[in-house]
């Protein structure tokens, strides 16, 4: 199959709606390390694979363009997990898919407004950045994803996505060449061998992570369950997390985050702390990011919501997000540092975590809200 690359290809097999810059930028919101399964195919193209389908898309002026893939005939008999009614998306669906992803419910430039109103630095650097909001992703991909971030970089995280796609996804289609599968599902990675395989693939001791974590939750609550986590309090859904293999507090406030609707996650790394630490004048604990440090680094960072906006806030769900890729996953302390955070961090009962609401991020940071409905 050929990729299609901007609309001028196949004119009729493309849809648009309506999307400034201000509202989002694909350049920097795709690039930026919350999800690592596109890849800018052309210039200003980004095709990727988006609820077990494979999407380009392309923004040309205040319009956001978008084209979905079929999957491929020979490939039709792996369809297992798949209702067949759900094989060629309508027109609303697609939109709906694309709006809930994006989150584009949520008007950004009069957040930027009052953010920037709120905060200096901010100010001073958002116009460099329009557009850059939070994605709202399926919970099971962005859980398995995180769990690889940990002693990280984007460009490596990425690589290792693709191949435990290759070796347990459905396969999608292949377009020029390039073949594009579904994330696994929750069953593929349970598998007796599965944790031998991730090995093989290079995931080190995060294979033990991955297939320890696929375990307990299709042993317990289910994928269904972990979706119902967005309902649940942010203290509940993050005890959940850190009860998994390798999921530390980082990783848990990332999936609370980005794909269970908690405002209230700060995920802190040293590169957030170095950065509260040296333009926010953050003095909390010692000169590296411990346990007790990570607690109370949050509600520092957070500030109540002032003005219009804030009504609309507790309903929407804030997000944080990192400027474009101003700094990566590669950590700032030691490796050692980096894995106690991650493997040892107590869950937020114990140590005590308090809801911090809705809350005006540093210039760093970037929120985008979601008041998509559905779990």
């Known amino acids: 199959m050929k990729l299609r690359d901007a609309p001028s290809a196949c004119p009729s097999l493309w849809r648009w709606l309506p999307c400034p810059p201000a509202e989002l930028r694909l350049d920097l919101v795709l690039s930026s390390g919350q999800s690592f399964r596109w890849w800018e195919s052309s ?4 095709t990727g694979v988006l609820g077990g389908r494979v999407w380009t898309l392309r923004q040309d002026g205040d319009r956001l363009w978008y084209t979905v893939y079929g999957e491929e005939e020979e490939h039709q008999e792996e369809r297992d997990e798949r209702p067949a009614k759900a094989a060629k998306l309508s027109a609303a669906e697609t939109e709906r898919i694309l709006r809930d992803y994006f989150q584009l419910d949520v008007g950004l430039p009069p957040l930027y407004h009052a953010w920037g109103a709120a905060d200096p630095l901010f100010r001073k650097v958002a ?10 992703q399926d919970p099971v991909e962005c859980l398995f994803s995180f769990i690889c971030t940990s002693n990280n970089h984007i460009s490596r995280i990425t690589a290792m996505i693709e191949r435990l796609c290759q070796a347990f996804g459905r396969r999608l289609c292949c377009l020029d060449s390039r073949p594009f599968h579904a994330f696994p599902s929750l069953s ?53 997390l850190c009860a998994l293999p390798g999921v530390g507090a980082k990783v848990a406030d990332c999936v609370c985050l980005l794909s269970l609707d908690k405002a209230e996650a700060v995920p802190v790394d040293t590169h957030v702390w170095h950065i509260a630490r040296q333009r926010y004048g953050v003095a909390l604990g010692g000169k ?13 960072l957070c500030r ?18 990192r400027l474009g890729q101003l700094w990566g996953w590669a950590p700032l ?12 961090t107590a869950p937020a009962a114990s140590l005590g975590w308090r809801s911090v609401g809705s809350c005006l991020s540093p210039a760093h940071y970037v929120h985008g809200g979601s008041c998509c409905p559905g779990q």
């Open 43 to 46: 210039p200003g193209a980004w």
């Open 288 to 300: 590296s990011l411990t346990p007790r440090a990570y607690q109370e680094i949050g509600p520092v």
């Open 127 to 136: 116009n460099d950045f329009p557009g850059v909001r939070v994605l709202r």
């Open 333 to 344: 302390g030691t490796p050692q540092e980096e894995q106690r955070l991650e493997w040892d």
């Open 304 to 321: 109540p919501p002032q003005g219009p906006e804030a009504s609309q806030q507790p309903a929407s769900g804030l997000r944080e997000l």
């Open 188 to 240: 593929a990675l349970t598998g007796a061998d599965a944790e031998a395989r991730l090995r093989a693939l290079g995931f080190g001791y995060r294979a033990k992570f991955v297939s320890g974590s696929a375990r307990a939750i299709a042993e317990g609550l289910g994928s269904e369950g972990l979706c119902q986590l967005r309902t649940a309090p942010y203290a509940e859904a993050r005890r959940v």
